[in-house]
Nanobody
Framework: QVQLVERGGGLVQAGDSLRLSCAAS????????LGWFRQAPGKEREFVAT????????SYPPSVKGRFTISRDNAKSTVYLQMNSLKPEDTAVYHC???????????????WGQGTQVTVSS
């Protein structure tokens, strides 16, 4: 059973940067598509970023494109989310997820982390 643990959240000011990480235990993420999602209080879960199994393909929604970068290190079974130019509307709990087949915002994600809180003050 793969378990995902996110780290790196915190309280920052608008314009600051944060780097989230998500490490897997109990199995390797080498063949998995990986994604980051976020959920703010009272809002639906929102897709943030996704990366293919070999890191060659990535995708972002317009709300974060150009500010966020997803990357992965298969040797460490870890996926990262570099977040720059943070805005108050980026405040949410950020979750990583792993899809056994495929990748992308609509992939079936089999494993989810518990999440890490990101709070951006204005």
């Amino acid at each position: 059973q793969v378990q995902l643990v996110e780290r790196g959240g915190g309280l920052v000011q608008a314009g600051d940067s944060l780097r989230l990480s998500c490490a897997a235990s109990g199995g390797s993420l080498t063949s998995y598509g990986l994604g980051w999602f976020r959920q703010a209080p009272g809002k639906e879960r929102e897709f943030v970023a996704t990366i293919s199994w070999n890191g060659a393909l990535t995708s972002y929604p317009p709300s974060v494109k150009g500010r966020f970068t997803i990357s992965r290190d298969n040797a460490k079974s870890t996926v990262y989310l570099q977040m720059n130019s943070l805005k108050p509307e980026d405040t949410a709990v950020y979750h990583c997820a792993a899809a056994a087949t495929g990748w992308g915002r609509s992939a079936k994600y089999n494993y989810w982390g518990q999440g890490t809180q990101v709070t951006v003050s204005s």
